[in-house]
């Protein structure tokens, strides 16, 4: 974990800010706690072996260093955050990744580093529970790589698209929930704009006898239940992000509920607020008699949609930021 008690003066203090010397507890359990910082790993906090706390189990590397790094481009801009910090809601305290304020402390977005599964009424409880004590949160999954497979570039953009993946359920939800997704990417250290979209599968046609008659089945287009088609534009130096609060509609899905309210959503410098990734799969009927139907990436040009024409190509990684 990234924050401790001081035992000095009982306050919260950063483990890139501590020094070696007094002693420290855990915001949680309030046992005590072990400053670790040396010149490879990032400065943590770590409990001492046996003990038993949840306060930050199970955290990865990403996940602290997105917090970090979120911190720290917010900080740079001269404006105000706190890290690991406890936040009122409708179901006691809600500890929050990163709590940005605006300027003047006009009021609190909280920002939520997610990589491991959380199931949707989690989610909506987490949520509504933000939003009940009037501070809008933004959710933030961690890009991992390894997880894209056979990633390609559409020509002359900086827009990259994986034509199976396989997202998790509840990346569904958050892209639902806020019209797309703002993936951390620790490899670059900065983000990448995400879009879902359908993935198109052909299902060849077959037939065979039976009974006398002769049947047929498949020729036709289907959407996959297994696979997505994710689309990532970037990848943008956190600098570059600024905070909007927008205000959503409560929205009633197949499967699960979509809390309504003052949200947030990040923007970027120079782009304008209604922004949209210009990407899609598009669908182009045959010529011919029929109804059949070709699927491809397509791109909007000058308020047109074409065909997009893509290549082989691999994520940049090169960090955006140092450090």
Not at 56 to 63: F, P, R
Not at 115 to 135: C, I, K
Not at 259 to 267: K, V
């Amino acid at each position: 974990m990234l924050v401790a008690i001081n035992g000095a003066d009982e306050s919260r203090v950063e483990a890139g800010n501590a020094v070696k010397g007094p002693s420290f507890t855990c915001p949680g359990c309030k046992a005590p706690v072990t400053l670790a910082k040396g010149r490879i790993r990032r400065p943590y906090f770590g409990h001492r072996p046996g003990a038993a706390c949840s306060y930050a189990a199970l955290e990865t590397w990403e996940h602290q260093q997105a917090k970090e790094d979120f911190a720290a481009a917010y900080r740079a801009r001269g404006l105000e955050c706190d890290v690991e910090i406890e936040v009122l809601s409708i179901d006691g305290d809600r500890r929050a990744d990163v709590l940005l304020h605006a300027p003047d402390d006009a009021y609190h977005v909280v920002l939520e580093v997610q990589n491991s599964p959380l199931d949707y009424t989690a989610l909506e409880v987490r949520t509504t529970a933000y939003l009940s004590a009037g501070v809008p949160v933004i959710w933030v999954p961690i890009l991992i790589r390894k997880r894209l497979d056979n990633v390609q570039r559409i020509t002359g953009t900086n827009i990259y698209h994986v034509s199976h993946f396989s997202a998790p359920p509840w990346q569904f939800w958050i892209h639902d929930l806020q019209g797309g997704l703002w993936y951390y990417d620790p490899v670059v250290r900065g983000v990448w704009r995400g879009l879902l979209d359908d993935c198109m599968l052909y299902r060849n046609p077959t037939s065979w006898f039976a009974d006398g008659d002769e049947h047929s089945a498949g020729g036709h287009w289907y959407s996959s239940e297994r696979w997505s088609s994710l689309f990532l534009e970037g990848p943008f130096d956190l600098s570059r992000l600024r905070v909007k609060r927008v205000k959503r509609p409560g929205r009633k899905r197949r499967t699960y509920r979509l809390p309504g309210g003052i949200g947030a959503d990040f923007l970027l410098v120079d782009d304008p607020r209604d922004y949209t990734m210009p990407v899609r799969i598009g669908s182009t009927k045959a010529n011919g008699p029929g109804d059949f139907h070709y699927y491809r990436v397509e791109r909007r040009i000058d308020d047109q949609w074409v065909g997009a024409s893509l290549e082989a190509s691999v994520l940049p990684d090169i960090a955006l930021t140092e450090g």
